[in-house]
């Protein structure tokens, strides 16, 4: 059997349909020979074959009758096909420059296939069906467009000829239907699948994986991952690519939850980005196992930058992610090559396997020694530049008591670990109440028991393989009854999932619903609602209680990560508590005020601000009456720690008001003129010097109320 046969087995065996005529035996390869060889002598009048023009590309799957046909063919074609496999077509096709078509029987370009089919192979299957019809027939044009195509297809991994003739100078992608397996612009395909087999949404997607039936990789990957990646130039330069289809056969393997299936895509078209990138730096490189020496590993580095949007002017990556986890990806790669350079898979015949393993291992450790200093190092400092900076949206109690996702919003779980629950997990678990709890009796308290009854738990896998609990109270419970009843009209009985997605096997996705009713609740603030910024929520308010180690850790536990995330990751901001709780150390030690707080701890210190800036707005510019100096008062200690007199020392006193006299307001305002001119409120120091020179007339004021009289003036001047 020629290669040719097998291109046409494999053919009928993708469509699995009555294609199977075309399928060609060994003894129907035979006979279809000797037509040919009987008919060469009208095949050399009528295509003028040239053996001696060959052309550039590699031929040898075809007999000779195409390769001496193909310089031909080329000399008069516009269309061309890139080294990314994506098929291009360029320049104006004129009317009178007809393009010829592959002929599957004699494997020859004809340039009229009708006539052609009709004198010289009349005894093939598929011509006696067509030739049963009337001439001019739709019929007998349906089936001579659909032999037509199937020739052009075929032969598309050496040239492509589309339907429809462009006639615009720009470049045109063109893909085939996998319907008719005519080829047809990408953009306008759709309009044609709708005529030929009815619109789909993933045309364009199949129409690029029809492209690849000749291509060998890993079933699992073409099958699941192939269909789910975009159908552009990124992702035919990933499927085309032995070493990337290996890389992302393996990463699927180890990763069988359906939702890395997106994953794997995008680190496949990590790859092919930088692959696209490294041909343009160096067009040596054929593909990612070229790459992988020694030699162009500054090649590599300038196409990461590139891809990673490396900015020579800010110093700057806008997409660090991709630059840190590129290094560990090539790592992964290396390896990878390694193991298909030993099963001699991707070396040249004229290199040993020892030499490649030996290049590749030097390639694994000069990235591991110099990929921190040119590329992670200031990727890393981006990346954490960007967090500092980032602000943070906290959910408002409005906007999440009208979201539908009320499991989500309760348990603080992440999208797709909700989203995945198991219908029969859900069903096998019980309630607390069914459970023995007796041993616990003495520790719970009985509001606890009554929590105990009225939740069910269900433990799911989480991050990592952690097993997380969900809790589903009894309205909701009730509510999943109902779903559950009317569940067999809507969903498949394949479909294993709580919370599946009708019309299909596959559960909903969590985080588009989340949004989508985020912004339709009518929420203040839609982007708050989030799966990460609610469990941040959670997180940042329960510092608000004072919550033990034993405490911290069932919560982490609960939330799915260790306790060491939890406190990096997922505590009170920085800013917040350095603003709000550190800073109250800092005024402790301006006013000399800290051996009162002896032995407490930031959350038991309470100062009084009364008299800050924030209501020095309100002081009356004539009549201003500030109050007596009121000390930071800290909260009643606890009865282990001091007895009632102490107690009754740190009550607040009452707050009396003594007015300015205009003599005082004269002398202050004249001392600080400056002050008061430029805005500026006087220091300590000069509050002091200007009451020991003026004792007796500032008596009853201390450097505090000088102060917020001066700050009092400028503000009020600015109003005017």
């Known amino acids: 059997m020629s290669d040719f046969s097998y291109l046409l087995n494999t053919l009928c065996i993708y469509f699995q349909s009555s294609d199977e005529d075309y399928c060609i035996s060994n003894n129907t390869s035979k006979t279809s020979n000797s037509s040919k060889s009987s008919n060469d002598s009208n095949n050399r009048n009528e295509h003028n074959n040239n053996n001696s023009n060959t052309p550039n590309r590699n031929f040898s799957s075809l007999t000779p009758n195409v390769s001496s046909n193909l310089s031909e063919f080329n000399e008069q074609s516009n269309i061309e096909n890139n080294n990314f496999g994506i098929y291009t077509v360029t320049g104006v096709i004129r009317k009178g420059n007809k393009k010829k078509d592959f002929c599957i029987f004699c494997e020859t370009y004809v340039l009229n296939f009708a006539r052609h089919v009709t004198r010289n192979h009349s005894n093939e299957i598929d011509v006696q069906k067509i030739l049963v019809h009337p001439a001019k027939s739709p019929t007998r044009k349906r089936l001579l467009d659909t032999l037509r195509n199937k020739g052009n297809y075929l032969n598309s991994n050496v040239v492509c000829k589309p339907v429809q003739k462009p006639r615009v100078l720009s470049q045109t992608h063109v893909l085939p239907c996998t319907n008719c397996l005519g080829f047809f612009s990408a953009k306008l395909l759709w309009r044609h699948r709708k005529k030929c087999c009815g619109s789909d949404k993933n045309h364009q997607a199949a129409a690029q994986n029809l492209l690849l039936f000749d291509i060998r990789v890993d079933p699992d990957l073409k099958q699941s991952v192939f269909p789910k990646m975009r159908a552009d130039e990124i992702s035919m330069v990933a499927k085309k690519d032995s070493l990337i289809c290996a890389f992302g056969a393996r990463?699927?393997?180890?990763?069988?939850?359906?939702?890395?299936?997106?994953?794997?895509s995008r680190k496949m078209r990590e790859l092919a980005r930088l692959l696209i990138e490294l041909r343009k730096i160096d067009n040596s490189i054929a593909s990612l196992f070229d790459a992988l020496k020694p030699k162009y590993f500054d090649s590599i580095i300038a196409a990461t930058k590139i891809v990673a949007k490396y900015d020579t002017e800010k110093n700057k990556y806008d997409s660090p992610t991709y630059a840190l986890n590129m290094g560990t990806t090539l790592k992964q790669c290396a390896d990878l090559a390694i193991i298909m350079a030993l099963k001699r898979k991707n070396v040249s015949q004229t290199v040993s396997a020892a030499d490649t393993e030996a290049e590749l291992k030097t390639f694994i450790q000069i990235v591991q020694a110099q990929w921190h200093f040119e590329i992670s190092s200031q990727a890393a400092s981006d990346l954490n530049l960007n967090k500092w900076n980032k602000v943070t949206i906290v959910p408002l109690a409005s906007g999440k008591e009208i979201v539908y996702c009320r499991v989500l919003i309760l348990n603080r779980r992440r999208p797709g670990e909700l989203q995945r629950l198991p219908l029969h997990i859900y069903e096998t678990c019980t309630n607390g109440e069914k459970n023995n709890y007796e041993e616990f009796s003495d520790i719970v308290t009985p509001s606890e028991k009554i929590l105990l009854k009225k939740f069910k738990r269900v433990v799911i896998r989480g991050k990592r393989g952690r097993g997380v609990p969900v809790l589903f109270s009894d309205d909701i419970q009730d509510h999943i009854k109902v779903l559950l009843h009317h569940r067999p009209i809507f969903l498949s009985k394949k479909n294993i999932y709580l919370f599946g997605n009708p019309g299909t096997i596959e559960p909903i996705c969590g985080y588009k619903i989340l949004n989508k009713y985020a912004h339709s609740c009518g929420a203040k603030n839609p982007k708050a609602i989030s799966s990460t910024k609610l469990r941040k929520h959670l997180a940042t308010l329960t510092q608000i209680f004072s919550m033990t180690d034993s405490d911290l850790e069932q919560l982490a536990t609960f939330m799915g990560h260790s306790i060491g995330v939890h406190r990096g990751n997922y505590r009170l901001l920085n800013d917040v508590y350095q603003t709000a709780k550190i800073s109250k150390l800092l005024l402790l030690m301006e006013t000399g005020g800290t051996v009162d707080f002896k032995g407490k701890t930031l959350n038991?210190?309470?100062?009084?601000?009364?008299?800050?800036?924030?209501?020095?707005?309100?002081?009356?510019?004539?009549?201003?009456?500030?109050?007596e100096p009121i000390h930071p008062i800290p909260l009643p200690p606890t009865n282990t720690e001091t007895n009632n007199s102490e107690v009754e020392s740190n009550k607040k006193s009452k707050s009396i008001k003594i007015p300015w006299t205009e003599e005082q307001k004269k002398i202050v305002r004249l001392y600080f003129a400056q002050h008061i001119k430029k805005r500026k409120p006087p220091k300590r120091l000069e509050c002091e010097a200007l009451k020991e020179k003026n004792t007796e007339i500032l008596n009853n004021k201390d450097w505090l109320k000088i102060k917020v009289f001066i700050q009092n003036e400028y503000n009020k001047k600015s109003k005017k």
């Open 604 to 627: 038991e210190i309470n100062i009084n601000m009364e008299e800050d800036l924030m209501e020095k707005n309100d002081v009356d510019d004539e009549t201003s009456d500030i109050e």
């Open 251 to 264: 990463y699927i393997k180890i990763h069988r939850e359906k939702h890395f299936i997106n994953v794997t």
